[in-house]
């Protein structure tokens, strides 16, 4: 029987997530046995850039029109598209320009020359094309992307957390950076996943891995308020990475 066949790509972004499987170090080789990569620009070279794919995992947001064609063209060859990392899943850091308006951040950047830059604002893929399932983080953990392709493979699609951050820190039974320290800790909000990992060095949870869909905000917005936290505090950190603008606003009309 012939393996799946498999693209991985990157548009705008840092690269983090590619890196990610290119850093799977022992499970490398039986990655590489179980699915056939045959367009993986980042890694490899002879490329076949237009056969078709049976899963095409995409990293970065889209952020010019060249992301835009390159992507409509992934996902015509794909049978399966996966977006991998925030700025994929919900446009990530460099949707934190997306404030001001492109013309004026261009020339704020690169002055005159900045109007002939093919330049749009960031958004995730789904904006433009379907996507079939979405691993976020900020790079995304490589045991997520490890079963992912796992289930894949089983011709099933990945069942991955869908309880917040808390629920791990609870697990590892660290002490409560928003309830004991008084820290602006995001993970009542944060969709689970990277086994808390920030606050199991003491470092709050800045929501890398994007919000949780069914996150209590009216609840954590009185949370944070008791904390001493204003609105501000809280939607400039929800910023950072790209949380919805739903997500933002609704700790205003929660206020
Ligand atoms: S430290 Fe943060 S992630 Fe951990 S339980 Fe407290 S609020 Fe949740
Ligand atoms: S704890 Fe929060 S910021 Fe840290 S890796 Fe997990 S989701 Fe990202």
């Not at 029987?1 to 039986?30: H, Q, R, W, Y």
């Not at 890694?43 to 049976?54: C, F, H, T, V």
């Not at 991998?84 to 308006?101: D, H, Q, R």
Request: glycine share 8%; aromatic share 6%; charged share 25%.
């Amino acid at each position: 029987m012939s393996k799946p066949k498999v693209g991985i790509f990157g548009l705008t972004g840092c690269a983090g997530d590619e890196l990610a499987i290119l850093n799977l170090e022992d499970e490398l080789l039986d990655l590489a046995a179980a699915v056939d990569i045959i367009d993986f620009p980042m890694a490899m070279s002879g490329n076949d850039q237009e056969a078709p794919l049976d899963v095409a995992f995409v990293e970065g947001s889209v952020v010019t029109s060249h992301d835009v064609k390159t992507l409509k063209k992934i996902r015509e060859r794909a049978s399966l598209l996966v977006a991998i990392g925030t700025c994929a899943v919900w446009g990530g850091v460099p949707a934190l320009a997306n404030e001001i308006s492109r013309e004026e951040l261009k020339r704020k950047v690169y002055g005159e020359a900045g109007k002939d830059f093919d330049s749009i604002p960031a958004q995730p893929l789904s904006s433009f094309v379907r996507v079939d399932f979405n691993i976020p983080g900020c790079p995304m953990e490589k045991n997520q992307f490890l079963k992912a392709v796992a289930s894949l493979l089983h011709g099933d699609l990945p069942l991955l957390p869908t309880y917040a951050v808390c629920t791990e820190c609870k697990m590892k039974e660290n002490i409560c950076l928003l309830k004991e320290k008084d820290q602006l800790c995001l993970g009542p909000i944060t969709v689970a996943g990277c086994e808390a990992l920030c606050p199991s060095h003491g470092i709050p949870c800045q929501g890398c891995r994007g919000p949780l869909e069914e996150a209590n905000i009216a609840s954590e917005a009185k949370l944070f308020r008791e904390k001493g936290y204003t609105v501000e505090d809280i939607q400039k950190r929800l910023r950072a990475f790209a949380a919805p603008a739903e997500v933002i606003q609704s700790f205003v009309s929660k206020e």
